[in-house]
């Protein structure tokens, strides 16, 4: 199985600061990478696949990159309705792991 | 628009058994891949399993720790999506999310999940 380690597992930041997570991949995955948000209690929701395309809807402040076996999503100035939890996840083989996911709280 | 709804949920005893719906609507359902998708209480998210579309023969994939034990199926006559878990473990103690996964890049690339349902709760307990 693929294991994907995301770093770091929390994270405390400002409005307007730029936070970068990043996952890596225990074998190469090509790009086969997509990023989640996670609000309390709610499913879920689609930012980013093939590690660096923007789901549509979803502000240009996300974006992702990488390939192989690391990869970054970047928020460019974190806004009041970021603070979520994020998680990668692999499409490369089956099973469709996930990453430990990063808790991004207001400092 | 793009609605899923899942049903079934609830408190089950452990080797219990329970079948979990997903009534899909606003898309063609039989176009797409469908995931189950859970996260236990606190905790991350896990995928579970996967029915490919009509055109890849309806296959499916189960992750390891429910293999044998879990099913998933799906009726594209009533564009619904389903798990049928049986032996079921407290370890199954989870929010069981369906997905509709899309090949948002085509060309035989992977299927993506772009749309979620709000989940049902699945608790086991004695």
């Known amino acids: 199985d693929i294991q994907l380690t995301q770093s770091p597992s929390f994270l405390s930041a400002s409005v307007g600061d730029r936070v970068t997570i990043t996952c890596r991949a225990s074998q190469g995955i090509s790009s086969y990478l997509a990023w989640y948000q996670q609000m309390p209690g709610k499913a879920p929701k689609l930012l980013i696949y093939?590690?660096?395309t923007l789901q549509s809807g979803v502000p240009s402040s996300f974006s992702g990159s990488g390939s192989g076996t690391e990869f970054t999503l970047t928020i460019s100035s974190l806004q009041p309705e970021d603070f979520a939890t994020y998680y990668c996840q692999q499409f490369n083989s089956y099973p469709l792991t996930f990453g430990g996911g990063t808790k991004v709280e207001i400092k | 628009e793009v609605q899923l709804v899942e049903s079934g949920g609830g408190l089950v005893q452990p080797g219990g058994s329970l079948r979990l719906s997903c009534a899909a609507s606003g898309f063609t359902f039989s176009d797409h891949y469908m995931d189950w998708v859970r996260q236990a209480p606190g905790k991350g998210l896990e995928w579970v399993a996967r029915?490919?579309?009509?055109?890849?023969?309806?296959?499916?994939e189960h992750a390891a720790s429910v293999k044998g034990r879990f099913t998933i199926s799906r009726d594209d006559s009533k564009t619904s999506l389903h798990l049928q878990m049986n032996s079921l473990k407290t370890e199954d103690t989870a929010v069981y999310y369906c997905a509709r996964a899309g090949a948002l890049i085509g060309g035989g690339g992977p299927y993506y999940p772009d749309y979620w349902g709000q989940g049902t709760l699945v608790t086991v307990s004695s």
């Open positions: 029915s490919r579309n009509k055109g890849n023969s309806y296959t499916t």
């Open positions: 093939e590690a660096s």
